[in-house]
Structure formats: C-alpha cells, structure tokens
C-alpha cells in the first residue's frame, strides 16, 4: 500500500470507529490518564494532534486557555465537535502540520504517533510549532505490543495480523542524534485482560485500531480459525481468557528558551 492510501485507510477505519471508539477505549483512558500527569498547563494554546474524538477534550481544557483539535479522520472531528470544548477543530496529516511556525504554547498527542510512517516527521514539526520554552507530551505504543496475539496468529498462518510497532531503541537514538528535541523518555507495560481472543480483536475493531499498515491478509477469519488462534495463545487462563501486553512509551518534547 502506498503512503496515501495507507492515510487515507487508516483515517477510514477510524471514521467507522466513532461510535464505538469511546467505550472501547480502555487502554487510551489509562494512557491519557499518565500522559496528561506529565504535561505543563498553559494560559496558551495548546495543540491535540490525533485527537480522535475528543473524550479527553474536558480534561484538556482544564490545562490550557484555548485548545485546538487535529485528526486525520474527519468522522473523528465531527464527533469531537460535538463536545464544544476546542475553540478549532481540523482536518491535517500530523507529520505535514498546517500549522504557523513557533504558535502553540503545548502539545498534547496521545497514542496516535504509531499510526504515523514517519513518526521523526512528527516529532519534528511538533518542534517547529511550539514557540520557545513550549513543551509537548506524547504517548505511542513499542514493539511488544500485543505479542502474544501475534505469537498466536503465527502459528496459523504467515500472515501479518498485527502492526509492526518501533523499537525503544529508534526513540533513543533520535533523543541522542536530536539534542534540539530535548526530548526525556519513559516507559510502561500495560496488561489487559480479554474472555478470548474474539473479544481482544473485537476492541480492536471497535477502536479503529484494526488496519495492519504492512503485509495484510484481506481474507475474514473463519471460526475454526479464531478456535486455533484461541488455543494458540500464550498462557490462557482455564476459562479461557487472556492478557494482552501493550508497550508504552511516553515522550516529553522541551523546545529550548531564547536566551
Ligand atoms: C488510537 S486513536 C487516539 C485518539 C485519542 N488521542 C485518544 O487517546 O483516545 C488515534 C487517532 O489518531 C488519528 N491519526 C492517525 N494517523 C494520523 C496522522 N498521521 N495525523 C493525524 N491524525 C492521525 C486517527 O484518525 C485516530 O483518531
């Protein structure tokens, strides 16, 4: 898939999920939960890049004086509209920001850098917006993420099932090669638990989250092919159900002061 179509599938999959995205949102509520302790209020603008739609908005509006919502998805921004929390709400690829140069006070991104193909890109145009002294607080997902259900899914066929998540190890070296980032990293493992795999690939569904970006069989799984799935997966408890891992990475981005 080409870089277009692959923005133009993600943001159609996500459009799907607006409805039920928010009940679905289990991981994301715990993930904005930490990456908001981690940002600075602002009497300024602050920037939601990825906003989805807007659950988060209220308590976001509690840390800045005007807040400005971002999506590749335009269903996403219909629904976050309707909360009237952002005083603009648009439609923008993140990695190409439409967005002047040194005017946003804060960033605020969560779990949205992983669906980018160029997450540097990203990184840097944050930089580019934020006026001197501004800060932003991003949150993504690292390789071992849902392991086990990809673990799972190879040993029924050699398709790919889950997305490909960057390793820990291209963060730390952007922060090494990219001093002007000031970028600090942190990260976290979350588990969470499911009645089976049908249930794990259900949220996934219901949070737009279920576009593999490289490789993907086209083909529906069949029941006896989610049975083997099911028996395939690592350490199920005796009734059947499941963990899930998920690898967060938190990143704070400080742009440094004029002197
Ligand atoms: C997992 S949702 C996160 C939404 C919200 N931040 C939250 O924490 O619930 C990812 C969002 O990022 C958006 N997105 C994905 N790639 C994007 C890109 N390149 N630029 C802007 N938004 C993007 C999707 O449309 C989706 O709404």
Known sequence: ??????????????????????????????????????????????????????????????HCADLIALDLSFDML???RASQQATLVFQADA???????????RVFSS??????????????????????????VISTLLDGTLQEFKQAWAQVDGHQHINQFLSLDFYQQLELQHPELGLTLQTELVQLDYPDVLALARELKDL???TVTHGRNKALTG?????????????????????????????????????
């Not at 990695?95 to 006070?105: G, K, M, T």
């Not at 990203?122 to 917006?129: A, G, M, T």
């Not at 049975?227 to 997966?233: F, G, P, R, T």
């Open 1 to 62: 898939m080409n870089a277009l179509a692959l923005t133009d599938d993600i943001a159609r999959h996500f459009g799907r999920a607006r409805e039920s995205y928010e009940q679905a949102a289990r991981l994301q509520r715990l993930v904005a939960a930490k990456a908001l302790t981690l940002l600075k209020p602002t009497d300024g603008l602050l920037l939601d890049l990825g906003s989805g739609p807007g659950w988060f908005h209220p308590k976001l509006k509690q």
């Open 78 to 80: 219909q629904k976050s």
């Open 95 to 105: 990695q190409s920001l439409p967005v002047a140069s040194e005017s946003i006070n």
């Open 111 to 136: 779990l949205m850098l992983q669906w980018c193909e160029q997450p540097q890109l990203v990184l840097r145009e944050i930089n580019r917006v934020l006026k001197p002294g501004g800060s932003a």
């Open 208 to 210: 737009g989250a279920n």
């Open 223 to 259: 029941k006896q092919r989610w049975q083997k799935v099911q028996q395939a997966y690592p350490s199920r408890c005796i009734d059947g159900s499941i963990s899930a891992s998920y690898q967060v990475l938190y990143l704070v981005l400080s742009k440094q002061s004029i002197e």
